[in-house]
Nanobody, 118 residues
């Protein structure tokens, strides 16, 4: 009964900040790589950031230094803190959980819209 629900999206001006949340019900963080992906209109979904069970974080070059992924195991929530936002960050942002043990499975949230105005 794993379920990912994103929230926190909205409209923000360039240079502003936004914090996305992913409520990961039923997801065991110690056996999942958590991630944030985004998809702009007419484009394929792309990786934004991942957080491994051991705590290692990885970021796309386009967001490195501006975005931070973190988790709260007690609340079973993953966050994406976005700063210095640019219009090109506009997209639907999705939360993802990928099991690292067999059976390997992926779970996706429904997405939350982030719009950055110039």
């Amino acid at each position: 009964q794993e379920q990912l629900v994103e929230s926190g999206g909205g409209l923000v001006q360039a240079g502003g900040s936004l914090r996305l949340s992913c409520a990961a019900s039923g997801v065991i963080f110690s056996i999942n790589i958590m991630g944030w992906y985004r998809q702009a209109p007419g484009k394929q979904r792309e990786l934004v950031a991942t957080l491994a069970p051991g705590g290692a974080a990885n970021y796309a070059d386009s967001v490195k230094g501006r975005f931070t992924i973190s988790s709260d195991s007690t609340g079973n929530t993953v966050y994406l803190q976005m700063s210095s936002l640019k219009p090109e960050d506009t997209a639907v942002y999705f939360c993802n959980a990928q099991r690292v043990i067999i059976p390997r499975q992926e779970r996706w949230g429904q997405g939350t819209q982030v719009t950055v105005s110039s």
